[in-house]
């Protein structure tokens, strides 16, 4: 009963998003090497950090933002002890864990755009320069969570100063969750800038979290994935199964039909055949005849006078076989010979043979020609 | 489908894949023991209809067969069982072994045409001459009458007289 209530069919939990406060980060913009393969961009990340930051990279919570075929990396990272414990221990339960800033880098960014996004302590400006998907500026004012108007006011008119050349920005709250659902390939956030949607891949690089925990997050994505693809399946061979099952039924009602049908004419069909075997039988009686007596004459005609018959059985029209003994072994081969050469004869075959007390008992086949014994016409 | 069961637990989706995965195997064996039978009953049920159907095609010409074989017959020289038994029972009695012989009828097979009647007649202790005057007679009344099967043996301790044991058959005209 638990393990039911817990299979309940509710709908999918939301996707858990932990946004981190934008000030906890420091931006950079970095170029790549050209021609730098896309698995190889998070270790050239690595070593731009390692040359920037005054901590190992061990203890930064960081990420980087690269659309395919980009030539440049946006790297944000923070100190990991500026995040306590129990941030940590929310983090765990995260699907995705971004400065807010980073909510909105899945953007279409193809032309020159501009973005103020407002968070309760922080304004940061984003500016695209519609090249590559890379934003060229991002810039954070942190502020107090009850600072006056006119100070954020202030703020942000000193962002929008910094920028200059690109269109007018276009302002946001900050993202506090997604709307995407647990199993959705991407994570969406959607504002008044439009929607903004990472795949799961992009996610792995946008996330802050610890890159081996990330690892084993995707071990796990991917074992998941894998437990579903044979789920699927065998919910895929419960309805071929299914469709099977139908298929017998309609296959076994076609049969029943003719089955019913065989069984109907199975009377006028035996009617036919009895007619058939009988008529046959009447001309056999006719023009092909048993003729034993004639068969009996053939093998008697060269029987050498030591061999004697002890019984002789018809099989068929035209086989006789005879069970015989003699005291001259030699002679069973011998008559067996003759007869292959009479012309009546077709086949000659010499069967079981046993010797007791000097008689031997022997077996004989004998095939006749049909035209050796062919019946007289019949009598009128 | 998927979002629910990615938000499951481990352990559930492995039992849900797993009972899953025994129905699925379970019932495509079954269904494939299923259908293999009746893919042999079908085909052996086409096979009867098949011959049933040649022997309907031919149905005109066995028919025409028939009665030509019968044509060539004057119904009143055919034997009944009954008749074929005493006319065998007469020839034994012109060759002197009436007293030597056993009969039985094996069976009949019939159209609404004709009849063809099977029987068993054996001469025991008898001569040579004997049983070759007995198959002179019997072929004097062919094709009313034909010997299917023929079996001659030496009556044991008597190598002199033989027993000879017959199956017969005889057309019956049905008037």
């Excluded at chain 2, 074929?84 to 007293?99: H, K, W, Y």
């Excluded at chain 2, 072929?139 to 002199?160: K, W």
Aim: hydrophobic share 45%.
């Amino acid at each position: 009963m638990n393990l039911l209530r817990q299979l309940h069919l509710s709908a999918p939990a939301p996707k858990k998003v932990v946004l981190l406060p934008d000030h906890a980060f420091f931006v950079r913009v970095a170029p790549l090497t050209a021609g730098l393969p896309v698995a190889d961009v998070r270790a050239q990340v690595e070593l731009v950090l390692e040359s920037m930051a005054p901590f190992p990279v061990a203890h930064l919570c960081h990420g980087y933002h690269h659309p395919p075929g980009a030539g440049r990396v946006l790297i944000y990272a923070a100190y990991r002890r500026r995040f306590t414990v129990d941030d940590a221990a929310v983090w765990a339960e995260a699907d995705a864990v971004l400065p807010a800033f980073a909510a909105w880098l899945g953007l279409p960014a193809d032309q020159p755009r501009a973005l103020l996004v407002s968070g309760a302590d922080y304004i940061t400006a984003l500016g695209w320069d519609g090249h590559d998907g890379v934003p060229t500026v991002v810039v954070t004012r942190p502020l107090a969570p009850d600072a006056p108007a006119p100070e954020r006011a202030a703020v942000v008119a000193e962002l929008k100063a910094l920028l200059q050349g690109f269109p007018p920005p276009t302002e946001v709250t900050a993202a506090t969750g997604t709307s995407s659902r647990v199993g959705e390939d991407t994570l969406e956030f959607a504002g008044a800038a439009g929607v903004s949607r990472f795949a799961t891949d992009e996610l792995d690089a946008l996330d802050v979290r610890d890159k081996e925990e990330l690892a084993g997050r995707r071990r796990a994505r991917a074992r998941d994935l894998l437990l579903w693809r044979v789920f699927a399946g065998c919910a895929a061979a419960l309805v071929l199964a299914g469709a099977l099952e139908l298929g017998l039924k309609a296959g076994r009602l076609w049969l029943q039909t003719r089955a019913a049908r065989a069984t109907a004419q199975a009377p006028a069909v035996q009617d036919i055949e009895t007619k058939h075997n009988l008529a046959n039988h009447v001309e056999e009686l006719s023009t092909r005849r048993l003729m034993p007596i004639r068969m009996l004459e053939l093998a008697n005609e060269k029987r050498p006078r030591t061999i004697q018959f002890l019984r002789t059985v018809t099989k068929g029209l035209y086989e006789l076989e005879i069970e015989a003994q003699t005291n001259a072994t030699p002679d069973v081969f011998n008559y067996q010979a003759v007869l292959k050469d009479l012309p009546a004869c077709d086949r000659v075959e010499l069967g079981q043979t046993n010797d007791r007390g000097g008689v031997t008992r022997f077996t004989l086949t004998i095939t006749f020609k049909p035209e050796a014994l062919r019946p007289a016409p019949p009598a009128s | 489908m998927k979002a629910f069961f990615l938000s499951r637990l481990m352990r559930e989706k492995v039992l849900l894949t797993a009972l899953l995965a025994l129905a699925a195997v379970t019932w495509l064996s079954s269904v494939a023991h299923r259908g293999r039978a009746l893919w042999a009953e079908g085909r052996a049920t086409s096979t009867v209809l098949a011959t049933q159907q040649q022997w309907l095609d031919n149905r005109e010409a066995i028919q025409t067969a028939a009665v030509k074989a019968v044509s060539r017959l004057d119904p009143a020289r055919t034997f009944s069982s009954t008749r074929l038994l005493g006319e065998l029972s007469q020839i034994a009695d012109q060759v002197g072994v009436r007293s030597n012989t056993t009969s039985e009828i094996l069976g009949t097979e019939r159209t609404n045409q004709f009849a063809v009647n099977t029987v068993q007649f054996a001469i025991r202790n008898a001569d040579m001459a004997a049983i070759l005057g007995f198959c002179q007679q019997l072929d004097q009344r062919s094709p009313y009458i034909g010997v299917e099967q023929f079996s001659l043996a030496l009556t044991p301790g008597n190598t002199a007289l033989l027993n000879v044991t017959l199956r017969l058959s005889s057309v019956e005209i049905v008037r």
